[in-house]
């Protein structure tokens, strides 16, 4: 059987609805792939969904919940594509976006990956205005990567050549697995970029349930993850006056995440949410907050201070990568 240049992953859990749409949309991403559905134990229709989407679709149930980098891990080693990209069951493919991303790809032979930008919809998929990330890095993004993942992860293709030398994703860390994966590639590989949207990511809430709307828990696997970061080969013979710089802004990027989600906690009176977040920004750090307040309230534009304030405790807002 001859195989397909791209194997599109989609892990899904619980949400036959939206998994609908995210085939959808990855059928009109692109030609000549393959997409691989894996049913992470679900216990509602998702199989009998699945089963209505015929030949469209390769099928993998696991009976035995893996979490979504389990479950990814998993299609990666049933599918057959020289590419690979992830889509979340809940997010969107544009149409087209795979093939214009694959193109720029084969033109970078020596890059491991390429990323592009993610429309930021609502809880019903409906794109808005922001776009994330603004600016799109490319060539030797490795330094840039350990202290903030802006890679949307649906929004990359990835060859499989590069994945038997840097592995698959570590289903040990959920939550900031991709981000790993990421950090792991691009101190092996350059990174290409497409600067233009190819999905729409559903922003997660307060209340949706989403991997990233738990901002203490995921902020706490970041900071143990990032020392193992620095134990790579390439940051081993680091000297220390760059880690530190590395570890401070690193600190700043989660302490703003801790705040903002503290905020929207705040208003909600969710005060154990907000215990949670003060106590880890203390693991950071010691100079973080005194950072955070000069950059943002020095440093930011009133107008977009105040936007991103109303944002932070409107109902529908979501933490910021």
């Not at 990855?26 to 030609?31: I, M, Q, R």
């Not at 997660?204 to 709307?213: E, L, V």
Request: net charge positive; proline share 6%.
């Amino acid at each position: 059987m001859t195989s397909p240049r791209t194997s599109i992953i989609i892990a899904t859990h619980n949400r036959p609805l939206l998994l609908q749409r995210a085939v959808k949309s990855a059928l009109e991403s692109g030609t000549d792939l393959e997409i691989v559905v894996v049913d992470d134990a679900s216990c509602d229709e998702t199989a009998s969904v699945c089963k209505s989407l015929g030949s469209k679709i390769q099928y993998v149930r696991v009976d035995r919940n893996q979490g979504v980098a389990g479950a990814r891990n998993i299609g990666i080693i049933k599918s057959r594509g020289q590419y690979l990209t992830f889509l979340d069951d809940d997010d969107t493919r544009l149409p087209g976006s795979l093939d214009k991303q694959i193109a720029k790809l084969e033109s970078a032979p020596e890059a491991a990956f390429i990323y592009a930008q993610a429309i930021v919809g609502d809880q019903d998929g409906r794109p808005g205005r922001r776009v994330n990330p603004v600016e799109c890095p490319e060539g030797d993004i490795f330094l840039k990567l350990l202290t903030r993942n802006f890679i949307p992860c649906g929004s990359t293709v990835i060859r499989r050549s590069s994945l038997s030398r840097a592995g698959l994703l570590d289903n040990s860390i959920a939550g900031p697995d991709d981000w790993d994966l990421w950090i792991r590639l691009s101190e092996l590989f350059p990174v290409a970029a497409l600067t233009e949207p190819v999905i729409i990511w559903r922003q997660s809430t307060p209340s949706s349930g989403q991997g990233t709307s738990q901002t203490a828990r995921l902020v706490s696997i970041g900071v143990r993850q990032f020392r193992k970061w620095l134990a790579l080969p390439r940051m081993a013979s680091a000297p220390a006056a760059v880690k530190r710089a590395l570890w401070r802004s690193f600190s700043e990027r989660m302490a703003e995440r801790l705040l903002w989600d503290s905020l929207r906690a705040l208003a909600r009176l969710r005060m154990i949410q907000v215990a949670q977040n003060l106590t880890m920004i203390t693991t950071l750090h010691p100079l973080v907050i005194p950072s955070v307040i000069k950059n943002r309230l020095f440093g930011e534009p009133r107008a977009e201070l105040l936007s991103r304030l109303r944002s932070a405790i409107s109902p529908e807002s979501g933490p910021r990568g």
